[in-house]
């Protein structure tokens, strides 16, 4: 197996939506030749969509937008399976609603999750969020997207 199956692969935007789908189940993706399931951006929120089991999201990087949906029903399925009072103290819920707060637009965020095709396009099924502070964190993540395809992504992998 590639090792790049299983790592959060830094990826610019309009590397992340050019990734070709393979028809397999569940979908991957792949880069010269390479199977990448996950994937990291770092952008600005530029749309925001929150419902009642979803938020919805854009992270723009400077060379696209990626649709990413950071999903909040851990709270209601396990309220369904257990009273409430133990569903309150669900950690997963917990995190993912204090990181659906996080996303706000404007905010420069690192966006960490599995690769998806949603109705035909690709979009990042959240993993975790990160707040950025630094203004230059977009930049050093550029340049290692760019470091990062030539030493290593974009070489052929190793034939079994």
Same mark, same amino acid.
């Given at each position: 197996? %590639? ?12 590397? +992340? ?6 028809? !397999? ?9 390479? !199977?990448? !399931? ?19 999201? +854009?992270? &723009? ?8 949906? +950071? ?8 309220? #369904? ?8 103290? &669900?950690? !997963? ?31 990042? #099924? ?7 502070? %630094? ?19 974009? +070489? ?5």
């Amino acid at each position: 197996m %590639d090792s790049l199956h299983l790592v959060h692969v830094k990826l610019l935007a309009a590397d +992340l939506l050019s990734l070709a789908s393979r028809h !397999t189940s569940p979908p991957s993706f792949a880069r010269c030749g390479r !199977t990448v !399931t996950r994937a990291e951006i770092v952008g600005v929120v530029v749309s925001r969509d929150r419902r009642e089991k979803f938020l919805r999201f +854009l992270v &723009d990087d400077g060379t696209g937008c990626v649709p990413c949906v +950071l999903w909040l029903n851990h709270h209601y399925l396990n309220a #369904a399976s257990s009273s409430s009072r133990a569903s309150d103290s &669900d950690p !997963t819920a917990e995190m993912a609603l204090r990181m659906s707060e996080v996303v706000s637009l404007g905010t420069l965020l690192r966006v960490r999750g599995r690769i998806v095709l949603y109705r035909g396009a690709i979009q990042i #099924a959240v993993r975790d969020v990160v707040l950025e502070k %630094d203004p230059n964190v977009e930049v050093m993540h550029w340049l290692q997207c760019i470091r990062m395809a030539k030493e290593c992504y974009d +070489l052929r992998p190793p034939s079994a």
